[in-house]
T-cell receptor
């Protein structure tokens, strides 16, 4: 069974630009979550999509947005990039259990904003 | 807001040593997961514990969930260089997980 696939693996952008990241979940998983990971803040939750609907949202500005398609693939968009947006962006697809979601992560997209 | 605190933040040891890392919260979690993350990669799930007092073993790794389901520990016996990485605990919920900031473990030959 293929794992979670994130593309691209690396991106270099300049301030003010926008960027779109892609995530293909594990087959059969309908929930996709996005996280931002930085050395200082650790893993911070951005948002979660389930069946094409945003189900939960973290505390990030509106420049961060996402969507999910009918095949469960998800994209995340960041507009008007700032230097502080440099981070590893991780996508996780979830399998629900009686005790909470079990999340499986992709390798991430490393975004550098210059 | 549920918070998970991990300690220590950094641990540098020699091959063959034993170690324990901790994950603590003031909140009760329905489940708790441990992940290991290597540089440039995403976290990889090691184990999920769901029952208070539960102990799970994965080769040289022993995971314990506290009786009150507020804390957990990870013990590694005879650490090896391949154990090097960032160990993250995450509190289970529905739709979202709360992550600790992790323990960075370096095992030197």
């Amino acid at each position: 069974k293929a794992g979670v696939t994130q593309t691209p693996r690396y991106l270099i952008k300049t301030r003010g630009q926008q960027v779109t990241l892609s995530c293909s979940p594990i087959s059969g998983h309908r929930s996709v979550s996005w996280y931002q990971q930085t050395p200082g803040q650790g893993l911070q939750f951005l948002f979660e999509y389930f069946s094409e609907t945003q189900r939960n949202k973290g505390n990030f500005p509106g420049r961060f947005s996402g969507r999910q398609f009918s095949n469960s693939r998800s994209e995340m968009n960041v507009s008007t990039l700032e230097l502080g947006d440099s981070a590893l962006y991780l996508c996780a697809s979830s399998l629900a259990s009686a005790f909470g979601d079990i999340q499986y992560f992709g390798a991430g997209t490393r975004l550098s904003v210059l | 807001t549920q918070l998970l605190e991990q300690s220590p933040q950094f641990l540098s040891i020699q091959e063959g040593e034993n170690l324990t890392v901790y994950c603590n919260s003031s909140s009760v979690f329905s489940s708790l997961q441990w992940y290991r993350q290597e540089p440039g990669e995403g976290p990889v799930l090691l184990v999920t514990v769901v029952t208070g007092g539960e102990v799970k073993k994965l080769k040289r790794l022993t995971f314990q969930f506290g009786d009150a389901r507020k804390d957990s520990s990870l013990h590694i016996t005879a650490a090896q260089p391949g154990d090097t990485g960032l160990y993250l605990c995450a509190g289970g919920g529905y739709s979202t997980l709360t992550f600790g900031k992790g323990t960075m473990l370096l095992v030197s030959p």
